[in-house]
């Protein structure tokens, strides 16, 4: 179902049934023999969704090898994925804390239990920004299992393309106190300008100091629809395993700016992080035959900017 300007989701549909599949990665990945991560929540989070394949997968019932039938994208890439991914987010938040910095922001928080998981200092407060029955689904489903946030956890029950900024302040957010920020697999779910707006936003509320962690897929107009046709492929074959639910036109297409000039071009300094030379150094193979997504993938970015 092709995306409208106002549609909503829960984690079991649309937009958030792929922050329910990015969790099952999160699964596999601290399952691996030698975790880069460790997300104790992702399996039971992802159970208490009820997507069957999904909750199959996450908990080991299903070997993803299974699954992807010898599909260049799938499960085990995404395992791949996401150990990099959240090792790179994770160690982002970490650094933050370890220089000062009391307020992060998480945007499009989906699944994510870094509030529950990581250990932040004394005093630090995070923000989890989402739509209402994602934040509600979560917080009411780690209430239930006992967790805790080891952080002042606070949920702003939002759309990123609403005025978010209103809503965060009237959460106690301090935009005259330096702010880690994490905007994680959130931009090509945008349209191009709410991509612009959604930087622009965070420019103005960050105080000299704060931090940005984000992705960035240069010459988007032509890696979103290939990266968008792979998972299309994938699932796919996932429906030969039970799976049904709708995952298709979910990202926006287009030209968009590249993130890390228009950062720079904002007051930010950027550094940019290749996923290639992550997964190399992680001693992860990125390996494909297909030309046309190695283009893609050689691409792909990991953006850690510092407000000046």
Known sequence: ????????????????????????????????????????????????????????????ELNPAEV??????????????????????????VDAANSGIRQAVILASGLDARAYRLSWPPGTVVYEIDQPRVIEFKTTTLADLGAAPTADRRSVAVDLRHDWPTALRGAGFDP?????????????????????????????????????????????SRSVPVMADRIREATERWRDHGFDVEMTDLWYGGDRHDIVEY?????????????????????????????????????????SATRN
């Open 176 to 220: 005259t106190e330096p702010t880690a920020w994490s905007a994680e697999g959130l931009m090509p779910f945008l349209p191009p300008e709410a991509q612009d707006a959604l930087l622009d936003n965070i420019t103005t509320l960050s105080a000299a100091g704060s931090r940005l962690a984000t992705e960035n897929m240069p010459d988007a």
């Open 1 to 60: 179902m092709a995306r409208t300007d106002d549609d909503t989701w829960d984690l079991a549909s649309s937009v958030g049934a792929t922050a329910t599949g990015v969790a099952v990665g999160r699964a596999l990945a601290s399952r691996a023999a030698s975790p880069l991560i460790n997300d104790p929540f992702a399996e039971p989070l992802v159970r208490a969704v009820g997507v069957e394949f999904f909750t199959r997968l996450a908990s080991g």
């Open 68 to 93: 992807d039938d010898n599909g260049e994208w799938g499960m085990q890439r995404m395992r791949d994925i996401m150990a990099v991914r959240t090792r790179f987010f994770d160690d982002f938040f």
């Open 263 to 303: 950062l720079a071009g904002h007051g930010w300094d950027v550094t940019l992080t290749r996923v290639a030379d992550l997964f190399a150094a992680h001693g992860i193979s990125v390996q494909t035959n297909d030309e046309v997504e190695a283009a893609a993938f050689s691409g792909l970015g990991y953006v």
